[in-house]
C-alpha cells in the first residue's frame, strides 16, 4: 500500500522557516522522482520543486534561493527546508511521486494528503 505523509507545516511570520517532510510508504522513494507542489485557494496546484532518483535537484523560479529539497533513503523521506518564506507562499503543499520521471505538470502517480503553510 503506497502512502506518503506529509508534515511541518504550520503559521510563521514574513521571513521565518519551515521543514516539510513526506515519509514515504509502500514503495522506496529513492527510486522514484519526488515532487513538491502547492495550491493557494483559488489557483492551481503549481510545481516547486523535484528531486531526481540519481540526486538532481530543479526549483521553481518563485522559490529558487530560498527553498531547499533533500531526501533520506534510509528513512524513505523527501525534505523541503524552506527559508525566508514570504506571504504568497501560503498554500496547501503536496508530496508527489512519479513513477515516470520528473515532470513539472501534476500527472504524479501518487500524492499525499498536503499540508498547509501560512505566512504572514
Known amino acids: 500500500h503506497v502512502q506518503l505523509v506529509e508534515s511541518g507545516g504550520g503559521a510563521v511570520q514574513d521571513g521565518g522557516s519551515l521543514r516539510l517532510s513526506c515519509a514515504a510508504s509502500?514503495?522506496?522513494?529513492?527510486?522514484?522522482?519526488m515532487g513538491w507542489f502547492r495550491q493557494a485557494p483559488g489557483k492551481q496546484r503549481e510545481w516547486v520543486s523535484w528531486i531526481r532518483s540519481d540526486g538532481m535537484t530543479m526549483y521553481a523560479d518563485s522559490v529558487k534561493g530560498r527553498f531547499t529539497i533533500s531526501r533520506d533513503n534510509d528513512a524513505n523521506t523527501v525534505y523541503l527546508q524552506m527559508n525566508s518564506l514570504k506571504p504568497d507562499d501560503t498554500a496547501m503543499y503536496y508530496c508527489?511521486?512519479?513513477?515516470?520521471?520528473?515532470?513539472?505538470?501534476?500527472?504524479?502517480?501518487?500524492w499525499g494528503q498536503g499540508t498547509q503553510v501560512t505566512v504572514s
Open positions: 508527489a511521486a512519479s513513477v515516470g520521471g520528473c515532470r513539472l505538470s501534476p500527472n504524479y502517480d501518487y
Open positions: 509502500g514503495f522506496t522513494s529513492s527510486s522514484y522522482c
